[in-house]
Structures are given as C-alpha cells and as structure tokens.
C-alpha cells in the first residue's frame, strides 16, 4: 500500500485547504482511510476516517463541523476538505489506511501510513 498526501500549506485563520491522498498498490473496497495530525511536541492524533466502500464519515470532536472527509473511488483519492481554519489546526497531516474498521480510532489501529503533509495556520 502506498499513500501519497499533499495539498498542505500556509492559510490564515478563517481560510480553507484541501489535503489529497492518493492511494495504491491495492484494491481498498475493504479498507478504511484515516487523516491524523500532529503537532509538535504532541502525539498523533485522530482527525476523520471514511470507510472506502460504505463512505460512514467519523470525525473528532475537535474538528466535527468544520471538515469533511471524502473519496473519490475512481481516482483512489482520499480529500480532508478544512474549513473554518484556526491557528490549533496547525500539524502535519497524514494519511492511513487499515484494512477493515476499528472500534478504536487511533494511530496504532492503521498499518499503513504516507508522508505527512504540514499545514500552517496563522492568526
């Protein structure tokens, strides 16, 4: 499995992003997609995961009415839409995948990881 994110930068608080993650190297009908982030001096930490079959969009609270989470199944695509930015948001995002879905939404129930992608929010 391969992953590759992108769409990162810097955006003032009240501004939008859009992170991308292209996926590979398997077919993901079974598989469940993550965005985590982390900050520094910080753990990684869920942000939303959509399962690539039956959509089911979960958020943390923290983000919960600001972004969505979607796929594009044909072009194996996984966006983090971000709204309503605000300097907290601002980590390095990354994309997961697990192969089917976990009770626990945290970072080490998802085996496979792309690089991060550092979005910069300022005030």
């Known amino acids: 499995v391969q992953l590759q994110a992108s769409g990162g930068g810097l955006v003032q608080a009240g501004g939008s992003l859009r992170l991308s993650c292209a996926a590979s190297?398997?077919?993901?009908?079974?598989?469940?997609m993550g965005w985590f982030r982390q900050a520094p001096g910080k753990d990684r930490e869920f942000v939303a995961r959509?399962?690539?079959?039956?959509?089911?969009?979960d958020y943390a609270d923290s983000v919960k009415g600001r972004f969505t989470i979607s796929r594009d199944t044909a072009k194996n695509t996984v966006y983090l839409l971000m709204n309503s930015l605000k300097p907290e948001d601002t980590a390095v995002y990354y994309c997961?995948?697990?192969?089917?879905?976990?009770?626990?939404?945290?970072?080490?129930?998802?085996?496979?990881w792309g690089q991060g992608t550092q979005v910069t929010v300022s005030s």
């Open positions: 997961a995948a697990r192969l089917g879905y976990s009770v626990r939404a945290i970072a080490e129930e998802f085996a496979y």
């Open positions: 190297g398997r077919t993901f009908s079974s598989y469940v």
């Open positions: 959509i399962s690539w079959s039956f959509s089911s969009p």
